[in-house]
């Protein structure tokens, strides 16, 4: 048996081959779930990433760049995980037509980079096996490898070699230097991949798929020696996190801490780009002269999208506990637990990630309902997963929360803005899990059960490299779209707010004269019973192309109204002055469930196939944003909050 440690020697590079490469190799990154896959391919290609839609889907498109020490120029694809080629989710189906080339927009990839978890080689080698049955070349990377020579595993890589017929080495993608083994194979592979192979692939029949799952086993206990002593950490820990009440008092807390997180740990970086655009803006009043380009560039670009980048931090707060819990390995043992209570409210164990992905954003969350095998029980996930708040919705909720709520603690040291917080989060959890069980009672009321069998991955620490890196990725996809969909919305916003000029002598503010104003009086008979005034009807406008837009919008109206810099300075203090506490409960109310994000409703389109399950969620939570603001509205006023 060879030592972890000790992997068979590269071939080496063909010489003069290296320096007169020119042609981009073409590599898909293919593996299980769980393997990490995502921790190498950051380690590989660093900051050089670009993330979009495969052509005709919404399957997300992960793509690196980098040169290997040979000199060879590598496209790498990191594709979606997969237990196997038969595709029996979407995802797996991207990763099954990207492997053979028949996804349409997409190169076939020359080079198949499969990447196994060192410590449960089983599932691995059959997907491996599989594979190999393309005709492609193929690389196997024990990915892990660290953590499985910790635990005492050993392998005969010369045999495994043999056995599967590719190339093996082992990978620690979380430390420095762990590819390096991997990057050599890789030159040796590249020096000779043909630029086409031609597609002999077909499915295999029952007797089949039998047959690769006693190959894999026989391969296994052949080549991997397990350690004399079993992992009994990983048991321990599950011992704890994994009981049915001290596991799921652990998980509350877990949750309870990243939202009073959102609040405490991203003050700090909000003062800061906040007085940033305070001098951006007092620059911009001092050094422009009066008209519409000091109000564009003051109202209209600073005050609305700067509104709105002061909550990156909180986002990015909030991706970091998701990008955390995921490394450690927390979220499957999450989804475990809440399988009774998900259950019981209609849903399926698997519902739990996309439904916690939700809470970042509506949309990967809808996207990883693929997870989910029955369609019904997946429809159902899709129909609720934006009642999840989301990182959108954060920016509404601070500024109303930080304007109407008192900054004092409650109970002993909990902040009570953060437990308002908290409280807007669990309306969005129990409203799901409402709309859920109806779906499952009565629409739904004679479909069977599907069993929940989930994989739970050993624990592992979290690689700060691969957290770094995604949430730069983050960062980088809300300043994408605070320049781009904000940007163009609030220079809508502005121009109607701007236009028309108030006639000479006019004794009321600009913006009473504008069409935004005529716009915000048209819906006032329609929402004046729940407690909105026409400046909020302006601002729900916008928000339909995304829901962060309302509190820019409203920063442009309100500063654009104001007789001095205040309005543009403070929002906040802006909108104490001229709302009841009862108008801001309502809207905290409408938020909760209002389907304000055009870009969801068209995933939901997507997503199901279907533009009658996207209008019924337009429907459905538009009536409730209504029901739910009417009455906490009527309720506030009663109480004397009007």
């Known amino acids: 048996m060879n030592d972890l ?85 979407p995802d797996e189906e991207v990763t099954r037509d990207v492997v053979l080339g028949r996804l349409a927009g997409e190169q076939r ?99 089949g798929i039998r047959a690769l799952q006693r190959e894999a086993d026989r391969i296994v206990a052949a080549c991997v020696t397990p350690p004399a002593k079993p992992d009994t950490v990983t048991s321990r820990i599950d011992a704890v996190l994994l009981h049915p009440v001290l596991g799921l008092a652990i998980l509350l807390g877990v949750l309870f801490l990243m939202f009073q997180a959102v609040f405490s740990w991203a003050q700090p970086a909000m003062d800061a780009i906040k007085a940033g655009f305070d001098w951006l803006g007092a620059l911009a009043g001092n050094e422009l002269p009066d008209g519409l380009l000091r109000s564009f560039v003051r109202d209209g670009l600073l005050g609305g999208v700067g509104a709105v980048l002061v909550f990156l931090p909180q986002i990015l707060v909030l991706f970091l506990f998701i990008l955390l819990l995921e490394d450690f390995g927390y979220m499957a043992r999450a989804a475990f637990l809440m399988d009774r209570i998900m259950g019981g409210a209609g849903l399926h164990g698997r519902a739990f990630i996309p439904l916690l992905s939700s809470f970042a954003c509506a949309i990967p969350g809808i996207m990883a309902t693929r997870v989910i095998d029955s369609r019904r029980d997946r429809l159902a996930t899709i129909m609720v997963a934006p009642l999840m708040t989301c990182s959108a919705r954060i920016p509404v909720y601070t500024l109303i929360i930080a304007a109407f709520i008192p900054d004092r603690t409650v109970w002993g040291g909990l902040q009570l803005q953060g437990l308002v917080m908290f409280g807007l989060y669990a309306a969005g959890i129990a409203s799901a899990l409402g709309v859920s069980f109806f779906l499952k009672r009565v629409v739904w009321r004679h479909s069977p059960a599907e069993p929940f069998m989930l994989e739970l991955p050993d624990y592992k620490r979290p690689s ?58 048209v819906m006032e008979p329609v929402l004046a019973p729940v407690g909105f005034n026409w400046q909020i009807n302006v601002a729900l406008l916008p928000g339909m192309a995304a829901r962060e837009v309302a509190v820019a919008s409203l920063g442009t109206v309100y500063s654009i109204a104001a007789e001095d810099d205040e309005g543009a300075d403070r929002l906040g203090r802006a909108l104490a002055g001229k709302w009841s506490l009862a108008t801001a409960l309502a809207l905290l109310a409408w938020y909760v469930f209002a389907p304000q994000c055009a870009s969801t409703l068209a995933t939901v389109r997507r997503e199901t196939g279907s533009w009658a399950w996207m209008g019924v969620l337009f429907g459905y939570m538009l009536a409730l944003a209504y029901a739910a603001a009417f009455v906490t509205y009527q309720t506030a006023v009663a109480l004397g909050a009007g």
């Open 109 to 207: 990839p020359e080079i198949l980079l499969c990447v196994a978890d060192a410590t449960n080689l089983r599932i691995a080698v059959r997907l491996v096996l599989e594979l190999r049955r393309v005709g492609r070349p193929m690389l196997l990377a024990l990915n892990m490898a660290d953590i499985a020579r910790h635990r005492g595993y050993g392998f005969d890589f010369d045999r495994l070699e043999a056995e599967l017929g590719v190339p093996v080495v082992p990978s620690v993608a979380v430390r420095r230097g762990g590819t390096q083994a991997l990057l050599e194979r890789l030159d040796a592979l590249a020096e000779t991949a043909p630029a086409s192979i031609a597609d002999d692939w077909a499915p295999s029949g029952g007797a």
């Open 464 to 521: 700060p490299r691969s957290i770094f890196y995604g949430l730069a990725l983050r960062a980088q996809v809300f300043l994408h779209r605070a320049g781009t969909t904000i940007l163009a919305m609030m220079i809508v916003i502005w121009f109607l707010a701007s236009v028309p000029r108030p006639p000479d002598g006019a004794d009321q503010p600009a913006i009473n004269y504008s069409f935004a104003a005529r716009i915000g009086h």
């Open 5 to 89: 440690a000790a992997p068979p020697p590269a071939p080496a590079a063909a010489p003069g081959r290296a320096s007169t490469a020119v042609r981009t190799i073409h590599v898909a990154l293919v593996g299980n779930p769980n393997c990490g896959k995502t921790a190498l391919f950051n380690a590989l290609t660093g900051s050089r990433q670009k993330v979009a839609n495969y052509p005709g889907v919404t399957v997300e498109r992960k793509e690196g760049s980098f040169v290997t020490p040979g000199g060879h120029p590598v496209k790498l694809l990191d594709l979606p995980g997969t237990y196997s080629l038969r595709a029996r989710s």
